[in-house]
């Protein structure tokens, strides 16, 4: 089992940044993928990006990209999403989930947190 633990969410002027937070315990070693998705009220969930924590390498949605930051503390086992210049288009409940394959389809990822808001007022 793996267990995933978001924070940093939180009311923003647009404009504005936050940094979310995604702390992993359990059986991560065969869970390399972490990714972030957010779901906005009335919207399907959907991917915004991911890293892999062994190689470092990453993905991020369009919408993100240019504005978005995803990192990992190895130290740590947490992964970071970093949101910069925030849209009232980026107001949603973000979350956490982990994989064991290089993927951004969210059915691929079978650990989730329970998720953090993110609320960015114009």
């Known amino acids: 089992q793996v267990q995933l633990v978001e924070s940093g969410g939180g009311l923003v002027q647009a404009g504005g940044s936050l940094r979310l937070s995604c702390a992993a315990s359990g059986r991560t070693f065969n869970r390399d993928v972490m990714g972030w998705f957010r779901q906005a009220p009335g919207k399907q969930r959907e991917f915004v990006a991911r890293?892999?924590?062994?190689?470092?390498?990453?993905n991020y949605a369009d919408s993100v990209k240019g504005r978005f930051t995803i990192s990992k503390d190895s130290a740590k086992n947490t992964v970071y999403l970093q949101m910069n210049s925030l849209k009232p288009e980026d107001t949603a409940v973000y979350y956490c989930?982990?994989?064991?394959?290089?993927?951004?389809?969210?059915?691929?990822?079978?650990?989730w947190g329970q998720g953090t808001k993110v609320t960015v007022s114009s």
């Open positions: 989930a982990a994989s064991s394959v290089v993927t951004m389809f969210l059915r691929d990822y079978d650990y």
């Open positions: 890293i892999s924590r062994g190689s470092g390498s990453t």
